[in-house]
């Protein structure tokens, strides 16, 4: 679950992570007596899950409070890359110095955290790896070993924080990695971090990921996913016990097994399309899995064409045919779906489709030419739109 700033910066400062005072506002008035209990100048900010908000221009600086219900009543509704401006956070502006970026997440291929840390911050993280990839320090860490205060003080001099904040820093960053760790998150990401002109590091921005599989441990997340705007795509597909994740293309993709729904989502975009969705329905393909994985792809608007891609192993083709059969009777499909099935009863279960082929429901042999014929309908699909 992705937090918003808000609520980013209320968990780090459970660890005492300094952050910016501030309060939350779903209204104009709200905003204004936020700004009110602060001392002016200070930010109005759009709250959204998505980057990109100040050249949208969902964070303005307000001097007065006529300023504050202006910028307010701008930003509220806003649209910043398809995610409406519901909430904003509202806090004192800060003189600053220098801004930095740190971050904590996960290296699953060698099986450490890898922390990240750049004196140059304020711009999206893979801006500076493009530019100026040396200005960077990473640091596995051995999740055994954690993070200690020595080693963050010398990653930060590694890293060539100005001089004058590195004990901070170093301070500040072992509390994040604290965060990350006890917190059960996936990223815990500060960008900026900064230095202010009298003195003080703190957390400008946060940016949290948390480990759902983790919830059990943490009651109190359950404030959050409560205000949690998931994607209806996505709290559909929650519903039905379907392992799916919303893209933004027109190849709906459905595949069992998460390798195989990786490995589709790249013949697609090898193939010169791009992918709607992420789905896994894992191993049992029976005819309500395949219905239920249907009715949500079905449900995007987006999709021109299905993509159902299977390999039979321990699950037997013959059987996810009958579901697809089934599944066909019970959902009414807008687009045309392209099937590849492979592995264990294959030739079995694509004999038992043979008699409902149709220019709507067409088989392929193999996984790329599977991914061709679906990017070749989904644009004929969209231009007869």
């Not at 003080?153 to 965060?179: M, S």
């Not at 066909?328 to 264990?344: A, F, M, Q, W």
């Amino acid at each position: 679950m992705d937090l918003f700033e808000y609520q980013g910066k209320q968990y780090f400062a459970r660890y005492g992570i300094p952050v910016s005072p501030g309060g939350e506002a779903e209204t104009v008035d709200e905003a204004v007596s936020v700004a009110e209990g602060l001392e002016y100048p200070v930010v109005v900010k759009a709250q959204v899950r998505v980057g990109g908000r100040g050249k949208a221009g969902g964070i303005k600086l307000a001097d007065t409070v006529d300023e504050v219900r202006e910028h307010a009543g701008n930003i509220l509704g806003m649209d910043i890359k398809g995610h409406v401006v519901r909430k904003l956070w509202i806090e004192r502006s800060s003189d600053i110095a220098k801004e930095y970026y740190v971050s904590f997440t996960l290296d699953r291929p060698n099986k450490v955290y890898l922390g990240m840390l750049s004196k140059e911050g304020g711009v999206e993280i893979e801006e500076v790896a493009e530019t100026n990839p040396d200005a960077i320090i990473k640091l596995p860490i051995n999740p055994l070993d954690g993070l200690d205060l020595a080693t963050a003080t010398k990653w930060v001099a590694d890293a060539q924080i100005d001089e004058g904040a590195q004990e901070q820093a170093a301070a500040l960053i072992v509390k994040l990695f604290t965060c990350y760790v006890e917190g059960d998150c996936d990223l815990a990401e500060i960008n900026p971090l900064i230095w202010t002109t009298d003195g003080i590091v703190r957390a400008l921005d946060a940016k949290v990921t948390l480990d759902m599989n983790a919830a059990y441990r943490h009651p109190e997340w359950e404030v959050w996913s409560a205000t949690d705007t998931e994607d209806e795509r996505e709290a559909m597909a929650k519903e039905k016990g379907l392992n799916y994740i919303g893209l933004s293309g027109d190849v709906g993709i459905i595949a069992n097994g998460a390798g195989l729904a990786m490995s589709t989502l790249d013949v697609v975009n090898q193939a010169g399309g791009s992918a709607a969705n992420f789905l896994d329905i894992g191993g049992g393909a029976n005819a309500d899995v395949m219905t239920a994985a249907l009715e949500v792809v079905n449900a995007d608007p987006a999709v021109r064409s299905i993509f159902v891609n299977i390999f039979g192993g321990i699950t037997r083709v013959d059987e996810v045919a009958k579901g697809i059969i089934e599944a066909l009777r019970r959902v009414k499909i807008e687009s045309p779906i392209v099937l590849r099935l492979d592995g264990t009863n294959a030739v079995e279960g694509r004999a038992l489709l043979q008699d409902h082929l149709n220019e709507s429901l067409v088989a392929e042999a193999t996984m790329l030419d599977g991914a061709r014929t679906a990017v070749a309908l989904a644009a004929a699909n969209k231009e007869g739109h």
